[in-house]
């Protein structure tokens, strides 16, 4: 079987047993009976004010959640059936070694775990053995460090000095054999072939994967003007470099507006019904305060709570949320464009772009992305594609 369908070739050990948790939904349901990955917000604080930073917190409390509230959102998680859980921010690290107790409990949990970091560990003073010790933690899978180009333009719009800080602990963590990911955020200053072609250089010296994603015009970069967003000749030229340097280097470069081929291939969870991105159909958001969004750029999208799904309490599960939210089910129902659905790209290597960006852009989750390609590509190639 894994032999006619590779994909799930994940899901058995080398002895073709299922290892795998399987769950049988008992009610007909427009989404997965639960959410794969959980991207849960635990630590609101951060050690940096970059001016494009999507919003940590709807009500400017930066706050940390409590013990019992840290513990009774993670058995929420857990309970909800998830495989997966990231834990972002605001900055994890802040926390120090008080994060260990924390992966401790996602571990117990049986939650694989994913982190987010800007690489600045300044209230760490021993990084090596810091590392020494995440590296114990086996159910971490993959840590993503924030690096947004070359040492100038990543210390320009993040502080003199971070970039130098960041790599250190990328090259600390990838020295362990943690799986780590580049995460780039991308303007039009920095959509430049020499900045990809800089972080391709630096994920293959340290085996990273690398992932690139245009500035969205939320949190602190909703008054980000046309001459700070990328354009799309520079995107054109970026991803087209991109793919060569994939193909060259090796590195695991992917992005949501690659139309060239050679990427991220899209998991078909629902062929009848294809999507976007993950949000809302196979994961989505949780905050300190156990509030649920689609995802972190949907916050403060449209008037405040527009795409609020539901809060999280003892008598409200993530769960029931998940299945059951007017916000979800409007998300996983919008659709796609009939500009979209004609385009070759769409469902082969597009993924259709951010509905956030399209909802912002044009006030419409089924929206074109603005950053779509296609127009330029067409003009560029001679013909549709």
Known sequence: MCSDHPQLKQMFDPHYNLA????IADQEVECLSQPLRVFYSIEPRCNLTCSFCAPRDLHNDFTPGSPEMEEFLLKQIANSGSFQVQLTGGEIFIRG???FPVLQRTDELGLATMLATNGVWHAIKDKKSFVRELAEFKHIIEIKVSIDGDPSFHD???GSGNYAEAKSTLVALAGTGIPTRINT???KASCKTEQIEHLANLAKEVNSGLQVI????????????QLEVPGAEELYRYTMRAKELREKLGVRISFNFDIFGGGKLLPHYDPDRPFSCSAGLWGFGVNHTGETNPCGFAIEAGEPGTFMCGV?????SLLDIWLNSPVLWKWRNAGKSEECRTCS???STCWGGCMVQAYLTHGKLNAPDPYCLRGFKKRNSGHDS
């Open 20 to 23: 795998a948790r399987v769950s």
């Open 97 to 99: 070694r008080q994060l």
């Open 312 to 316: 999280i309490t003892p008598q409200t």
């Open 156 to 158: 320009s719009v993040r």
């Open 214 to 225: 245009p500035v969205r015009e939320s949190g602190r970069a909703k008054c980000m003007s």
């Open 345 to 347: 790209d769409y469902l």
């Open 185 to 187: 955020t991308i303007f």
